[in-house]
């Protein structure tokens, strides 16, 4: 159902470098790109991640309600993801830890505020 989300940067290098990094453990990598946009995924015709510089030349901006969400293979995989984006220099927004009896997340903002949880279900 869903082909790819797009979130704003306002550095695409910085963007590229992290998103590569952060999400090497769980398979993803560019899969394409143009001068002002990156496509992350596993593969073509999986959902994707695209982080792009605003069309409109207007700076980026966070939506309010708005979150990505990856889901990974573990709880363990949860708490490793979530350091590491820290450790790339993400800001907290939520530790690791069981919401609901069903949902175990990790919450951070990117570089540019972006809000994603790194999450296993059931």
């Given at each position: 159902?869903?082909?790819?989300?797009?979130?704003?940067?306002?550095?695409?290098?910085?963007?590229?470098a992290?998103?590569?990094?952060?999400?090497?453990?769980?398979?993803?990598?560019?899969?394409?790109?143009?001068?002002?946009?990156?496509?992350?995924?596993?593969?073509?015709?999986?959902?994707?991640?695209?982080?792009?510089?605003?069309?409109?030349?207007?700076?980026?901006?966070?939506?309010?309600?708005?979150?990505?969400?990856?889901?990974?293979?573990?709880?363990?995989d949860v708490?490793?993801?979530?350091?590491?984006?820290?450790?790339?220099?993400?800001?907290?927004?939520?530790?690791?830890?069981?919401?609901?009896?069903?949902?175990?997340?990790?919450?951070?903002?990117?570089?540019?505020?972006?809000?994603?949880?790194?999450?296993?279900?059931?």
């Amino acid at each position: 159902m869903i082909g790819y989300v797009t979130i704003g940067t306002k550095d695409l290098t910085k963007a590229k470098a992290f998103y590569t990094e952060l999400l090497a453990p769980i398979g993803a990598k560019i899969l394409m790109e143009m001068d002002r946009i990156a496509f992350f995924g596993t593969g073509m015709g999986q959902p994707m991640l695209a982080v792009c510089t605003p069309f409109n030349e207007a700076g980026p901006a966070p939506g309010n309600g708005n979150m990505l969400s990856f889901p990974v293979a573990s709880r363990e995989d949860v708490d490793k993801l979530y350091a590491k984006a820290i450790a790339l220099g993400a800001t907290d927004e939520g530790a690791p830890g069981e919401r609901m009896p069903t949902f175990y997340g990790g919450y951070f903002r990117d570089l540019d505020g972006n809000k994603i949880v790194f999450c296993k279900m059931g």
